[in-house]
């Protein structure tokens, strides 16, 4: 394919908004400088994304923000053809129209398209802390609580602040708690989600319910932080069922990985400084066979890679309790 601007396919929102079938995330803090970050939003605006995915707590909105201002500047791009995404961090739950101001003064975007709650709880960490660290403040799900956030994040659409509410990290006993709650339905909801991980059951929960999945983690993150690896971790894109298809399509693991998720009707989010442009083209590129699909669907391993140590309350067992695997939201009744 050329160097001219790639041109991918768009999915509707519930609220009847369009947002690109593939993103460029941008959580790269851990190992990436916030600069080389925006130089590469830079030039992947460039090359044809118009799907941003940012977060507060990524550590780089602002310098995101000045590129964005560069290519519109230049005519790249006009505001109202960008997807700019952000979300609001546990310690800003109780103060939400504040954080997301910032956020759009920070990512000088006048407006979000969509604004998530990034983790249904207010449990706090340090960036860049211990995977043993715990904060003594943590608490379980609370439907009060989140819902308490959720009304904010209401009002915000209310005040044109943002056009879509995003939710992150649930599980479907939590989206149960929930649903039918909310004035305004989320539009989306950000989980993790690779060939190795392919929460099947909340993927139909969300489509069901006519809310879009946005995949994290798309590739299952070969470069996630050294913290967050443990040794019965798979990589996906070295399975042999991935690979095969790889050589058969002749592209690298990586492409077959977002091929699926968008064949799939997931939105994924992957993070690249330097693979952004072949990333974006697998949106547009040959399609897998339905065979193909059906063989990555046989590769579901259970493999979680983030397990949210970090935000553990006082008396929970392991990660395990924040992801209701019982199909029961676990410590809810102690409070």
Not at 139 to 146: I, T
Request: glycine residues 6%; contains cysteine.
């Amino acid at each position: 394919m050329s160097d001219e601007r790639i041109v991918v396919p768009s999915i509707r929102l519930n609220n009847g908004n369009e947002i690109p079938c593939i993103g460029m995330g941008t959580f790269g803090s851990d190992r990436v400088g916030a600069e080389e970050v925006s130089m590469a939003v830079k030039e992947a605006i460039r090359t044809g994304y118009r799907l941003i995915d940012c977060a507060a707590c990524y550590q780089n909105e602002k310098e995101i923000g000045q590129v964005i201002a560069e290519v519109i500047g230049e005519g790249t791009v006009e505001r109202k053809d960008l997807f700019i995404m952000s979300k609001l961090w546990n310690d800003r739950h109780r103060e939400a129209e504040t954080a997301c101001l910032e956020s759009i003064a920070d990512l000088g975007c006048e407006y979000l398209d969509m604004y998530f709650i990034h983790w249904p709880f207010p449990n706090y960490h340090a960036p860049h802390c211990d995977v043993d660290s715990r904060n003594p403040d943590s608490k379980p799900f609370s439907v009060a609580e989140f819902m308490d956030t959720y009304r904010r994040l209401e009002k915000l659409v209310k005040d044109g602040k943002i056009r879509a509410i995003g939710i992150s990290n649930m599980t479907i006993p939590k989206l149960e708690a929930v649903c039918g709650l909310w004035e305004i339905p989320p539009a989306a909801c950000e989980l993790e989600m690779h060939p190795c991980f392919q929460q099947q059951d909340q993927f139909d929960w969300l489509k069901a319910h006519n809310i879009t999945a946005v995949g994290y983690m798309p590739l299952g993150s070969p470069r996630r932080p050294e913290r967050d690896i443990v040794a019965t971790d798979v990589e996906d894109m070295k399975e042999p069922v991935i690979v095969d298809i790889a050589k058969a399509h002749g592209v690298h693991p990586a492409i077959i990985c977002l091929k699926w998720a968008m064949q799939r009707g997931v939105i994924p989010i992957p993070f690249s400084v330097h693979n952004y442009r072949a990333n974006l083209e697998s949106a547009v590129t040959e399609k897998l066979t339905d065979e193909e699909m059906a063989a990555i669907g046989t590769l579901e391993k259970g493999n979680r890679l983030v397990k949210g140590q970090v935000f553990l309350w006082p008396g929970a067992n392991d990660w395990h309790d924040l992801w209701d695997e019982d199909g029961k939201i676990v410590g809810m009744e102690e409070i």
